[in-house]
């Protein structure tokens, strides 16, 4: 299977699929452990995949998404963003209305609490 079409695969079975560098316990940079921080504190249902682990899929989600860098973002198969638009979602409450609008579970009064810390 191409990283393509794992990625496409990925996408399509997985509500919430976050491409980072690491894993969601041990990110590799800052910007993944913001993104997989904000998502384990609102307690989404999410796969990780780390994309150091494999240099085709590296490249290949970002030309998929045609996005330059990494983490991104996948949810119910559209792509989100990365870590300034996830991290901007999340204070604007943004993201809690796509996670609504989508189906996906989260903690809403995890997400107030992030707002309420950085008001």
Known sequence: MS????????????D???????TRDMPQCGFSSRVAGVLNYLGVAYKDVNV????????????????????????????????DIVTEMTLSGELDQLFADKGVAFNKDAAEQIRAANA
């Open 52 to 83: 150091l682990a494999d240099a085709e899929v590296r490249q290949g989600i970002k030309e998929f998404s045609d996005w330059p860098t990494i983490p991104q973002l996948y949810v119910k198969g559209e792509f989100v963003g990365g870590c």
């Open 3 to 14: 990283a393509i079409d794992q990625i496409k695969a990925d996408i399509a079975t997985n």
């Open 16 to 22: 919430v699929v976050l491409y980072m560098k690491g």
